[in-house]
């Protein structure tokens, strides 16, 4: 059974920084694709960055620069390094295997307010 635990999220000021790990359960993610995603109110779930097997990364334009995917296959956790934070990230956070499979995590809310 497959399970996806997203953590992380809080409460920041623009310009601040949060990391966000996902912990999962029942694949390993050494074997496959990987991305995180994010669904602001009112809007459709969109890609933030994925990372491929073999650990090339890629990223939404408007997150180029600011955000960094990583991976501990070991643990098999994904981590989401997020800089420079922009009101515009705010959003509900999720990871799954990309392109994404039919299942997801409860999320993890990031929200960027002064």
């Known amino acids: 059974q497959v399970q996806l635990v997203e953590s992380g999220g809080y409460l920041v000021n623009p310009g601040g920084s949060l990391r966000l790990s996902c912990a999962v359960s029942?694949?390993?993610?050494?074997?496959?694709?990987m991305g995180w995603y994010r669904q602001a109110p009112g809007k459709q779930r969109e890609l933030v960055a994925r990372?491929?097997?073999?650990?090339?990364?890629t990223y939404a334009e408007s997150d180029k620069g600011r955000f960094t995917i990583t991976t501990d296959n070991n643990k098999d956790t994904v981590f989401l390094q997020m800089n420079s934070l922009k009101p515009e990230d705010t959003a509900v956070y999720y990871c799954?295997?990309?392109?994404?499979?039919?299942?997801w995590g409860q999320g993890t809310q990031v929200t960027v307010s002064s």
């Open positions: 029942g694949f390993s993610i050494a074997f496959d694709d």
């Open positions: 799954n295997q990309a392109p994404p499979r039919p299942y």
């Open positions: 990372i491929s097997r073999l650990g090339i990364t």
